[in-house]
Nanobody
Framework: QVQLVESGGGLVQAGGSLRLSCAAS????????MGWYRQAPGKQRELVAS???????NYADSVKGRFTISREHAKNTVYLQMNSLKPEDTAVYYC????????WGQGTQVTVSS
């Protein structure tokens, strides 16, 4: 059974930073691809960043140069460092594990004020 628990969301002013964390239970973290998605009100869920089990990363164009995804195998945790935040980054951010099935966390709200 896989459980993903996100933390680190909150309210921040434009230009500020937040770091999201996602702690995974289970035994497959080290061999699974991990990702961060977000969903703003009235919009579809979109991929923000992903990282393979080997550390290869991929970013949405809208966050390149501002966000960094990383993972720490010893802690079964994936992070999303978000810098230079913009109001359009406001959304619920979801952690995802991709291994045979898709697993999702409950989401954490990020609100960026202008």
């Amino acid at each position: 059974q896989v459980q993903l628990v996100e933390s680190g969301g909150g309210l921040v002013q434009a230009g500020g930073s937040l770091r999201l964390s996602c702690a995974a239970s289970g035994r497959i973290f080290s061999i699974a691809a991990m990702g961060w998605y977000r969903q703003a009100p009235g919009k579809q869920r979109e991929l923000v960043a992903s990282i393979s089990s080997g550390g290869r990363t991929n970013y949405a164009d809208s966050v390149k140069g501002r966000f960094t995804i990383s993972r720490e195998h010893a802690k079964n945790t994936v992070y999303l460092q978000m810098n230079s935040l913009k109001p359009e980054d406001t959304a619920v951010y979801y952690c995802n594990m991709d291994y045979l099935n898709d697993y999702w966390g409950q989401g954490t709200q990020v609100t960026v004020s202008s």
